[in-house]
């Protein structure tokens, strides 16, 4: 039956309530919007990292950024790095946010795999040096906000920055800062009982007897999924078959050294069966090791993570360092409901699904969904099963892509030295979708997307081999060898200017103090 929304009510807060109802207050002002929150159930508070998407939800929202950065201890994000990614040794490599510079190129992103070809001992983070302008910044841990556009438009300040925050506060400063002044209510309390139909959800009742209808209600109640897993038993797929990944222990950690330690990206390090994220914000880093109970018992995975935190892996060494912190154990469900928006209940957030942590996407999935749920209401008067089809397919086939996305890390990596990555790599029998990523990667000696080209030459992939340069020896090919050598020349004085250009900027550390913290 199609139904008109006028009312809106969401269970759960933290993050993903708070995101969603700032969203809808800002594109419905007239309409009902209610937050039902808990007193009670903890907030999971490690989603602390973003990717650059969340520029464009914050300026949708109007937010002030430095109102939100100063409120939430954040500090900006240029990109991730990894570290012994591609082999149990191997250097970082970097995913910058932005586009890559293309101009004065032969054959655009495979110019690199020429070059590469020609000399096989250029480092593979070589590549990203070549194409992406503020690449300099992450090993000088210089922050340059391009305010003269001198980069632009491969390095856009209002389009490819990022930023980690204390993921709690922010839900806190939303709600108190955003949402609640511009007409959102607020109720305390824990859920009772759910009232309903053949057509869904009427009401909410909470422990005390308040009873709360609506026509739209929006599960933010992160892996209990109240409404859609458990009241509708909406069934879930598991992805635990290509990410193993289910565990992890979380911790902060103080600074030792904070202008060298507070980095402008997240840092992931493979480890013996996980891998371990460090998140630096501006009172401290967030840092969490991801790992399979599957190959390794909790207590174990927990002395390998002091381990890593005692050891040279940290920007700043310090072998006594995990022994003052606390650690917080963390239980991880890799998949998706098969639906997210089902009768009148939609779920945002861990309630519709999840993928690891690896590449930030968290709280990216949970503004991108609510936006085209926004859309999808704005677009007609009344619901049909047509806009919820629609929703679902768009959506659970965006999760399920970032799902692979995730899994290219693993599958394209060349580690074989602990077995659960002798398992990813050289055991695990993947799937018709997942055995065809590289197609969505490469295809014809050409990558699909700059995004993926990045995790996959970091991680040893190529498109152009040295006996490709040979039949082009053989053949005498010599004009497009020149042309080659002509723009290899051209991007290498491009480089060295972009290198100045960062040199001359501050430190994150000073940026930050100066300009958002204004600390003297």
């Known amino acids: 039956m199609a139904y008109k929304i006028n009312n809106v009510v969401i269970l759960g807060g933290g993050s993903a309530g708070w995101m969603t109802a700032s969203t809808f207050i800002k594109a419905f002002p007239n309409k009902n919007i209610t937050v039902v929150e808990s007193s009670s159930i903890p907030k999971v508070g490690v989603g602390e990292s973003t990717v650059q998407d969340i520029s464009s939800w914050l300026n949708y ?52 795999h020429f070059k590469k070809a020609l000399d096989p001992n250029i480092l593979d983070s070589d590549y990203v040096k070549h194409y992406y302008p503020q690449t300099h910044g992450f090993e000088t841990n210089k922050l340059f906000i391009d305010e003269e556009k001198l980069f632009y438009p491969y390095y856009r300040t209002d389009r490819d920055i990022a930023y980690q925050f204390d993921a709690s506060l922010f839900g806190d400063w939303l709600a108190n800062k955003y949402a609640i002044p511009k007409g959102v209510k607020r109720i305390i309390g824990n859920l009772g009982r759910i009232n309903g139909t053949e057509e869904g959800i009427t009401s909410l009742v909470l422990e005390d007897g308040t009873e709360i209808f609506g026509d739209l ?8 999924s109240l409404l859609l897993g458990q009241y509708l038993n909406e069934p879930f797929t598991s992805l635990k078959d290509v990410l193993p990944n289910n565990k992890a222990w979380a911790t902060q950690v103080p600074y030792n050294n904070k202008e060298k330690e507070l980095k402008t990206y997240t840092n992931c390090t493979g480890e013996k069966n996980g891998w371990v994220w460090n998140i630096p914000l501006w009172n401290r880093m967030g840092s969490g090791y991801v790992f399979s109970d599957e190959f390794v018992d909790d207590e174990t995975a927990l002395q390998e993570y002091k381990n890593h935190l005692d050891s040279h892996n940290m920007v700043f060494y310090d072998p006594n360092r995990s022994k003052s912190l606390e650690f917080k154990k963390i239980e991880i469900r890799n998949g998706y409901h098969e639906r997210f928006w089902v009768k009148n209940v939609c779920a945002i957030g861990l309630s519709n699904g999840f993928i690891e942590p690896l590449e930030s996407t968290g709280l990216m999935m949970i503004h991108q969904f609510v936006r085209d749920l926004v859309s999808t209401i704005q677009n007609r008067e009344y619901i049909t099963r047509f806009d919820i089809d629609s929703f679902n397919k768009n959506n659970v086939e965006t999760l399920k892509g970032i799902s692979k996305f995730v899994a290219m890390h693993y599958q394209f990596s060349q580690r074989d030295d602990t077995p659960y990555w002798k ?36 991680l040893g992939y190529r498109t152009i081999t040295p006996i490709i340069i040979q039949e ?28 100045e250009v960062i040199d001359k900027a501050p430190t994150h550390y000073e940026y930050l103090k100066k300009n958002i913290y204004n600390e003297n």
């Open 217 to 224: 209600f929006i599960d933010c109640t992160g892996f209990r």
């Open 472 to 499: 082009l020896n053989f053949s005498k090919d010599f004009n497009l060898l020149n042309s080659l050598n002509n723009a290899f020349t051209i991007r290498n004085n491009k480089r060295k200017m972009w290198e």
């Open 61 to 112: 929202l109007n937010i002030d950024y430095k109102d939100f950065m100063s409120h939430t201890n954040g500090a900006y994000k240029l990109g991730l790095g990894f570290t012994n990614f591609k082999t149990s040794n191997s250097p970082t490599f970097y995913y910058p946010f932005g586009s890559p510079d293309l101009t004065d190129t032969v054959f655009g992103i495979n110019d690199w």
């Open 423 to 458: 398992k990813l790599t050289m055991e695990k029998e993947y799937s018709n979708d997942y055995f065809d990523l590289s197609k969505q990667v490469y295809h014809n000696r050409e990558f699909y997307s700059p995004i993926w080209a990045c995790i996959a030459v970091g």
